[in-house]
């Protein structure tokens, strides 16, 4: 089992930035893979970015590309979400989440099997 904790969501302005931060424990050898995802109110959970945790390959959707960055730390027990040049649109509950079948197809939901409680980000204009 592999628990994980976010945390650094909040409010910010148009055009700020926020890091939020996701702390892994439990099994942790397991795991292949992290990732973000959000959720909007009324949207369906999407994929946000995703590292492999060997090697350090980093993905992106088209949407953050170029404005967050994902990382971790060398112990491995954290992941984090650097979000700049924030938008509302980037509005949403941010949930992180760990993946323990092989780093493959990283930006499905279905592929995550272990999961956060999400932490609420809110960008106002």
Same mark, same amino acid.
Not at 47 to 62: C, Q
Not at 69 to 77: E, H, L, Q, Y
Not at 91 to 102: D, F, K
């Given at each position: 089992? !592999?628990?994980?904790?976010?945390?650094? %969501?909040?409010?910010?302005?148009?055009?700020? &930035?926020?890091?939020?931060?996701? =702390? @892994? #424990?439990?099994?942790?050898?397991?795991?292949?893979?992290?990732?973000?995802?959000?959720?909007?109110?009324?949207?369906?959970?999407?994929? !946000?970015?995703?590292?492999?945790?060997? %090697?350090?390959?980093?993905?992106?959707?088209? &949407?953050?590309?170029?404005?967050? =960055? @994902? #990382?971790?730390?060398?112990?491995?027990?954290?992941?984090?979400?650097q979000m700049?040049?924030?938008?509302?649109?980037?509005?949403?509950?941010?949930?992180?989440?760990?993946?323990? %079948?092989?780093?493959?197809?990283?930006?499905?939901?279905?592929?995550?099997?272990?999961?956060?409680?999400?932490?609420?980000?809110?960008?106002?204009?």
């Open positions: 089992q !592999v628990q994980l904790v976010e945390s650094g %969501g909040g409010l910010a302005q148009a055009g700020g &930035s926020l890091r939020l931060s996701c =702390t @892994i #424990s439990g099994s942790t050898f397991s795991i292949d893979a992290m990732g973000w995802f959000r959720q909007a109110l009324g949207k369906e959970r999407e994929f !946000v970015a995703a590292i492999a945790w060997s %090697g350090e390959t980093t993905y992106y959707a088209d &949407s953050v590309k170029g404005r967050f =960055t @994902i #990382s971790r730390d060398n112990a491995k027990t954290t992941v984090y979400l700049n040049s924030l938008k509302p649109e980037d509005t949403a509950v941010y949930y992180c989440a760990a993946e323990a %079948g092989g780093v493959i197809d990283l930006m499905r939901e279905a592929r995550y099997e272990y999961w956060g409680q999400g932490t609420q980000v809110t960008v106002s204009s």
